[in-house]
């Protein structure tokens, strides 16, 4: 199983069980969330990328796979991705190299699997999880 799909089938089935418990809070901030990342002033685009520098900033892997997905389906170029790429290494220093890695290595398997060619955008955020 690709590291992509094994990363989106785990996170579906989480957020999945995760909703099932019908905790209100824990809907109430997946679904802050959700809308954080609909396009608004601005655009899901420029949303996604700043996801994922924060989230490289961070340091969580997870996130950053996630909007690495999504900057994807955005269609951002390699060119754009490495301009973010270099402010988050800018911004967190040293210690993102790591992460940076492991995105680059994301990022590629994203290309491969998609035989080069860009997804359609998909509007629908759900860093969290679906909409509640």
């Known amino acids: 199983m690709s590291q992509v799909t094994e990363f989106n089938d785990y996170r579906q089935r989480m957020n999945e069980k995760i909703l ?3 905790n209100k809070v824990i809907k109430r901030f997946f679904n802050l969330d959700t809308n954080t990342y609909a396009a608004g002033a601005l655009d899901v685009k ?7 520098a924060c ?3 961070l340091r969580c892997d997870d996130c950053i796979k996630y909007h690495l997905g999504k900057c994807f389906e955005e269609k951002l170029s390699d060119e754009e991705i490495y ?5 988050a290494n800018l911004i967190g220093g040293s210690i993102v190299i790591p992460h940076f890695r492991r995105a680059v290595e994301y990022w590629e398997i994203l290309k491969e699997e998609a035989g080069q060619s860009l997804p359609a ?4 955020h759900a860093h969290g999880a679906p909409a509640a």
Do not use: R
Not at 46 to 52: A, H
Not at 121 to 124: L, Q, V, Y
């Open 121 to 124: 955008p998909d509007h629908a």
């Open 46 to 52: 420029t949303k996604e990328i700043l996801g994922l």
């Open 83 to 87: 301009e973010v790429f270099a402010i």
């Open 55 to 57: 989230s490289m900033v």
């Open 20 to 22: 099932a418990a019908d």
